[in-house]
């Protein structure tokens, strides 16, 4: 009796670890045989979902961009037709080059305002200051929400007459920097860019505090005894050593800047309200493939065409940037 449980306790740890034992004549296969290849097809929802969801787009837009458009249906192959008159028919020309201005302009001040404040609290948080961890997590819960809440929270709180941020101002004495934020050609776009860096900053933060804590503590020990403390030990230490960190953090915000649709289309609609001045390269997709909120039926060509040169954009500047990076670790 002891003999069968102590071969049956056997076969059992053999099954749990797939070990898999050498079958005699006239037994049948075990199950761990089917069962160690099995594992090579948990990947493919995964690759099925990637495949339906971002390849298949990519080369459909390719496709479309190549033909001529009557409304939803498909007509004869031009060619680059709709690439010529995105970059040479008014008034796809100006939205184009004006839409392109204001996407790099949202990438700098992410850059300056959105990754150097979230630098800042990822820093604080590194030399654990009291309540370290409850900041940690109030810095990321903007990210929880749904960016057309946050839109319409901002909406609300930037209202030239009702607003809570005009109110304060006049409340404390500086009723001459009140306007109209979200209307003011000035502001629109300063203002919309600050609001998506406020709902960014806690992500970016925990990149960059992962790469602060990737420090060996050794380094950091030997850097402040040397006399580097403050600036300089950030400076001359914690920077050249947060190289991977940094290179993520900023083509992360080159892609989500110039992929900005959904706070902008919530807040200032498809046309980028107040007279394009918050037009960016994805409403301006938008509204060129599906038309404005001016009833417009939209140019599916052309508006594929712009996503191909967008997708272009994206890729070339971001293979660069990588290509440069590497060059940079390996010289």
Not at 224 to 237: K, N, P, Y
Not at 259 to 284: H, K, R
Request: aromatic fraction near 16%; charge should be positive; proline fraction near 4%.
């Amino acid at each position: 009796m002891g003999s069968f449980w102590n071969t049956r306790a056997t076969h059992l740890v053999c099954e749990v670890n797939n070990v898999e034992d050498t079958p005699t004549a006239g037994t049948p296969p075990r199950n761990g045989t089917w069962k160690k290849h099995l594992i090579h097809l948990f990947p493919v929802p995964a690759i099925l979902f990637y495949t339906l969801f971002i390849v298949y787009p990519i080369f459909a837009a390719f496709t479309y961009s190549l033909f001529e458009w009557k409304g939803l249906v498909m007509g004869r192959f031009n060619n680059f037709d709709n690439f010529i008159r995105l970059f040479t028919q008014e008034p796809y020309h100006t939205m184009f080059w004006r839409a392109l201005r204001h996407n790099l302009y949202y990438f700098v001040v992410e850059m300056v305002v959105q990754n150097g404040i979230a630098f800042g609290l990822a820093y604080l948080i590194f030399r654990k200051i009291k309540g370290a961890s409850f900041f940690k997590v109030a810095y990321f819960l903007p990210r929880l929400l749904s960016v057309i809440i946050v839109g319409f929270l901002w909406k609300l709180i930037l209202n030239p007459n009702m607003g809570i941020l005009n109110a304060a101002l006049r409340k404390i004495g500086l009723e001459s920097f009140t306007t109209a934020w979200l209307g003011n050609p000035d502001t629109a776009l300063t203002a919309v860019v600050l609001i998506n860096s406020w709902f960014a900053i806690g992500f970016y933060m925990l990149i960059l505090l992962a790469g602060l804590q990737s420090i060996p503590e050794e380094v950091m020990e030997a850097a402040r005894l040397d006399g580097a403390t403050g600036f300089r030990l950030i400076r001359s230490v914690v920077l050249p050593m947060m190289f991977q960190p940094m290179v993520i953090v900023i083509v992360m915000t080159f892609i989500q800047s110039f992929e900005a649709f959904e706070l902008v289309f919530a807040m200032q609609g498809s046309t980028g309200e107040p007279f394009y001045s918050t037009d960016l390269l994805a409403v301006f997709f938008y509204r060129t493939a599906f038309g404005g909120n001016s009833g417009d039926t939209g140019s599916l060509g052309i508006g594929s065409a712009l996503a191909v040169v967008l997708f272009a954009i994206i890729a070339i500047i971001s293979a660069v940037f990588m290509k440069y990076v590497n060059h940079k670790e390996t010289a």
